[in-house]
Nanobody, 122 residues
Framework: QVQLVESGGGLVQAGGSLRLSCAAS????????MGWFRQAPGKEREFVAH????????YYADSVKGRFTISRDNAKNTVYLQMNSLKPEDTAVYYC???????????????WGQGTQVTVSS
């Protein structure tokens, strides 16, 4: 089992920044690819970014490319999502997830955090 706890969400004005953190415990963190997803009210959960086990490779949804950065610190068992130039359409609950596959599909991740709310005002 892997337990994931997100933090860092909040209310920010458009154009602002937030950094989300996801702390992992349980099994060896470095064994897992990590992803960030988000879900807005009435919408399906969507892929945001993922990072491979060794932190060498990252991939982003087109909607956040150039504005968001995913990173991980395996020594601290933590993955981060730096969000810059935030837009109202970024408003959602953000989830981190751990899995064996580097994928954009939420179905292929094994463990999920409880989510953290990000609200961007216009």
């Amino acid at each position: 089992q892997v337990q994931l706890v997100e933090s860092g969400g909040g209310l920010v004005q458009a154009g602002g920044s937030l950094r989300l953190s996801c702390a992992a415990s349980g099994r060896t963190f470095s064994n897992y690819a990590m992803g960030w997803f988000r879900q807005a009210p009435g919408k399906e959960r969507e892929f945001v970014a993922h990072i491979r086990r060794s932190a060498g490779s990252t991939y982003y949804a087109d909607s956040v490319k150039g504005r968001f950065t995913i990173s991980r610190d395996n020594a601290k068992n933590t993955v981060y999502l730096q969000m810059n130039s935030l837009k109202p359409e970024d408003t959602a609950v953000y989830y981190c997830a751990a899995g064996q596959s580097l994928t954009t599909s939420p179905l292929l991740y094994d463990y999920w955090g409880q989510g953290t709310q990000v609200t961007v005002s216009s």
